[in-house]
């Protein structure tokens, strides 16, 4: 089974800046990797597949990059909107598929 | 636009069982693929089970595997999660998710059902 680990748990933030998060694979995923966004009482929503591919509707300041096992999403000026929770999902070795356990994007 | 909608949530005593449904609208159903993921209260993401478009292949999670069964209707546009011998930890929402096309991501989520384990 592929862990993934997200890092940091939870990300402090100030509108308007630039924020960082970070996926880390056991092994190599290629660039089968999604990112998911997450709002209290809300089912996650896409954001990023193929490790860099904005889904549709996706704004530009979310952009995705990295392959194999080190993964970063970028944010790069934070709305009041972005505050949530984000996930990292790996879909390239399976069963099962496996999700990263989250960070948190917090207003500072 | 595509819409999922689970129902048959509830409480449920340990060792019991219960059937989940998703409707499904707004795409061809029996082109895709469909997962079953859920979320503990306040914790992450797991994968429960999914099964191919036409039901040809199915896989489930060790945690439930031998007690839950995945299932389709594709001329009803429905999606089923059968589940049996609950247990306190199997206390989650269930969310059912569209497999992006050509691919193995879920793209668009359901608004998920709770299921609650508990005597």
Same mark, same amino acid.
Not at chain 1, 25 to 41: D, E, F, I
Not at chain 2, 47 to 71: E, L
């Given at each position: ?9 939870? $990300? ?11 996926? =880390? ?7 089968? $990797?999604?990112?998911? /966004? /997450?709002?209290?009482? #809300? @089912? ?9 591919? =904005? ?8 952009? !995705? ?13 934070? #709305?009041?909107?972005?505050? @949530?929770?984000?996930?990292?999902? /790996?879909? &390239? ?11 948190? %994007?917090?207003?500072? | 636009?595509?819409?999922? %909608?689970?129902? !048959?949530?509830?409480? %449920? ?6 059937? $989940?449904?998703?409707?499904?609208? !707004? ?9 079953? %993921?859920?979320? @503990? ?37 429905? $999606?089923?999660?059968?589940? &049996? *011998? ?5 206390? @989650? ?6 497999? !992006? ?9 359901? #608004? ?6 508990? *005597?």
């Amino acid at each position: 089974e592929i862990v993934m680990t997200q890092s940091p748990a939870t $990300l402090s933030v100030s509108p308007g800046e630039r924020a960082t998060l970070s996926c =880390r694979a056991s092994q190599s995923v290629s660039s089968n $990797l999604a990112w998911y /966004q /997450q709002k209290p009482g #809300q @089912a996650p929503r896409l954001l990023i597949y193929g490790a860099s591919t =904005r889904a549709t509707g996706i704004p530009a300041r979310f952009s !995705g990059s990295g392959s194999g096992t080190e993964f970063t999403l970028t944010i790069s000026s934070l #709305q009041s909107e972005d505050f @949530a929770v984000y996930y990292c999902h /790996q879909y &390239n070795n399976w069963p099962p598929w496996t999700f990263g356990q989250g960070t948190k %994007v917090e207003i500072k | 636009q595509v819409q999922l %909608v689970e129902s !048959g949530g509830g409480v %449920v005593q340990p060792g019991r069982s219960l059937r $989940l449904s998703c409707a499904a609208s !707004g795409f061809i159903f029996s082109s895709y693929g469909m997962h079953w %993921v859920r979320q @503990a209260p306040g914790k992450g993401l797991e994968w429960v089970t999914v099964t191919w478009h036409d039901g040809s292949n199915k896989y489930y999670a060790d945690s439930v595997k031998g007690r839950f069964t995945i299932s389709r209707d594709n001329s009803k546009n429905m $999606l089923y999660l059968q589940m &049996n *011998s609950l247990r306190a930890e199997d206390t @989650a929402v269930y969310y059912c998710a569209r497999i !992006g096309s050509g691919s193995y991501y879920p793209d668009y989520w359901g #608004q998920g059902t709770l299921v609650t384990v508990s *005597s």
